[in-house]
């Protein structure tokens, strides 16, 4: 298995006709969606998106790694588009996988939307919506749309990095590693911060 995506492009049709095979168990899928994700070709973007709707959290936690790591993240904007569609669909299950995916792409546009999702009737769609509101925003405002409204309307201009940078002084210390987490993943340090540090020492 190591050695399949070392193929490259020539490999990827016959991996998804794999995948795509009825009944395929969850360690295949598991399998091949990693050799896809490893193969930083645009011919994988339509089964990675495939995968954000499978069963399996691992699954699905693999597909959203390679499309936030894509190398081309232009060609990753029509799977976003379409996650937004998903994200009101009348199948609570699979909205609820297209919120979390839109949250962990961390898609800014979509961030009023999921707002009005905290209004649904479905609690899990809430819930979905609440932490995906968190996971762009490194904000916690759990499910008052009210507050997340109020926040957004004061910085919706804003780049999201200086969302994360002021979540560095966030009051919970949940909230500060995150951040600190995406920023270490943007810019590979982050001047030696610790979330867990005293006030002092984190400004």
Do not use: N
Request: aromatic share 4%.
């Amino acid at each position: 298995w190591a050695l399949v995506p070392r193929f490259g492009a020539v490999i990827v049709a016959p991996l998804i006709q794999r995948l795509q095979t009825a009944g395929a168990p969850v360690d295949l899928r598991r399998r091949l969606t990693r050799c896809l994700s490893e193969i930083p070709a645009p011919a994988v973007l339509p089964a990675l998106q495939a995968r954000l709707f499978d069963s399996d959290e691992q699954v699905r936690g693999t597909a959203i790694a390679a499309l936030r790591g894509f190398p081309q993240p232009e060609r990753v904007r029509p799977v976003i588009e379409a996650l937004r569609s998903e994200s009101s669909t009348e199948d609570s299950t699979r909205q609820c996988q297209a919120v979390d995916a839109l949250g962990e792409l961390h898609d800014v546009d979509t961030v009023p939307h999921l707002i009005e999702l905290l209004g649904s009737a479905d609690l899990l769609v809430r819930d979905a919506a609440s932490k995906a509101l968190h996971t762009i925003t490194r904000q916690d405002f759990g499910r008052s749309a009210r507050r997340w409204r109020g926040w957004w309307r004061r910085h919706r201009s804003e780049p999201r990095v200086q969302w994360l940078v002021a979540a560095l002084s966030h009051p919970s210390e949940s909230v500060r590693s995150a951040a600190h987490s995406d920023l270490v993943a943007m810019t590979g340090d982050v001047a030696a911060y610790r979330s867990d540090a005293s006030r002092r020492e984190r400004d």
